[in-house]
């Protein structure tokens, strides 16, 4: 993929992530207080920060679960997955929270539009977890690569809260 593409693409990641965070920020606030702002493209790229909560750095990935069949939704929304690998070379999620970039991570799912599931995550008790432990490697279409661990493997503290 060429350079102008991958700008392109984490352009309209980055849009179409931003199309949700009225009920991102809704869910968010019951649990971690104070003011919520959203940062820069710039930000976003390079610091793996997508809302600031008074001095908090959240993390938020979003998932389209339109783009999977009923089953599989059921299946990977009791995951959490980060990107492993980028083909482009830019820093992977994986790199930016074991780095320190990241307080929270909140991972949602998207379905017809609205946010359908979502999970609250300290991402200090996952850097102490880590340490390169195994998961189930996800090969998405643009040649990146995620690992996803299931809900069961993850540590205890690491789940801070979840919808229904």
């Given amino acids: 993929m060429t350079a102008p593409a991958v700008g392109r693409k984490i352009r309209a990641d980055y849009d179409w992530q931003a199309l949700h965070l009225i009920p991102v920020v809704a869910a968010i606030a019951q649990f971690v207080p104070g003011p919520i702002r959203l940062p820069t493209l710039t930000q976003d790229r390079t610091s793996n920060v997508d809302l600031w909560l008074d001095g908090l750095r959240l993390v938020q990935h979003l998932r389209r679960g339109d783009n999977y069949s009923p089953a599989t939704y059921a299946e990977y929304s009791r995951e959490y997955a980060l990107r492993s690998f980028r083909v482009s070379g830019f820093p992977t999620e994986i790199d930016k929270v074991m780095a320190g970039y990241g307080d929270y991570l909140f991972c949602g799912w998207i379905r017809d539009d609205k ?50």
């Fill in 115 to 164: 946010l359908a599931r979502w999970t609250l995550c300290d991402l200090n008790v996952f850097r102490g977890w880590y340490d390169g432990q195994p998961g189930q490697t996800i090969r998405n279409p643009d040649g990146d690569l995620g690992t996803a661990w299931p809900t069961a493997s993850m540590p205890s503290g690491f789940v801070i809260a979840e919808s229904a």
